[in-house]
């Protein structure tokens, strides 16, 4: 199996604030693709944001960016102006190009202080 | 709204008594996975199906099992639940067909083994 690495098993963040999240993954691929899931409690894991890996342009949904350092094997989240509705468990996952398989990191548990 | 769906959200099962969870799209993905989410951990890929072709990972236990009849519904049979497959059970679809599209979640079953 792919391995994705999360390191931050818990961070906290104060409303309104910026955090990042951070996800390392190990692969000797060129192409694949990078995503973010939320995980709020109790509720359904949803998209958060994607990158392709030949894409050099950082992706980018609203509030939600990424830093994607290829070399690096790196795939950092920023959650700019957090709000209590961010407080989730964050996963990390990746996808090779060929195939179906999705691999998870062992998430971020973020928590928004009001 | 295009979905996935999975009945039960709780189920509760004696040890050793077989189970079935199901899971419906309306999405027409081709592609569908079952995920074994354990608290605190990343969702573990147990299988999934391109189409009708099944694809198992290497260290899923023979004890489980799945089915797909047709394009929206996919089961997980557990034959003889332990105390060890308690965990909540994610289903996810993906369209495999042109670019890769990201996996679309249901909300889960959390399976109890009494």
């Known amino acids: 199996a792919q391995t994705v690495t999360q390191s931050q098993p818990e961070m906290s963040v104060q409303e309104a604030e910026t955090v990042t999240l951070s996800c390392t993954y190990d692969t000797s691929e060129n192409n694949y693709y990078l995503f973010w899931y939320k995980q709020p409690p109790s509720r359904q894991m949803i998209l958060v944001i994607r990158q392709e890996a030949y894409k050099q342009q950082n992706a980018t949904e609203n509030r939600f960016s990424v830093n994607f350092q290829k070399a690096a094997k790196s795939f950092s989240l920023k959650i700019s102006d957090s709000q209590l509705g961010d407080t989730a468990m964050y996963f990390c996952?990746?996808?090779?190009?060929?195939?179906?398989?999705?691999?998870f990191g062992t998430g971020t548990s973020l928590t928004v202080i009001p | 709204d295009a979905m996935v769906i999975q009945n039960p959200r709780y189920q509760v099962t004696q040890f050793g008594k077989p189970v079935t969870l199901s899971c419906s799209q309306t999405l027409n993905h081709n592609v569908m996975y079952w995920y074994q989410q354990k608290s605190s951990q990343a969702p573990k890929l147990l299988f999934h199906y391109y189409d009708k072709d099944f694809n198992n990972e290497a260290d899923t236990p023979d004890n489980f099992q799945s089915r797909r009849p047709n394009t929206s519904f996919c089961f997980l049979d557990i034959r003889s639940p332990g105390l060890g497959d308690a965990a909540m059970y994610l289903c996810a679809t993906s369209d495999g067909q042109g670019i890769p599209s990201p996996l679309h979640f249901g909300n889960g079953t959390r399976l109890t083994v009494t």
């Open positions: 996952a990746f996808r090779f190009h060929a195939g179906n398989q999705f691999y």
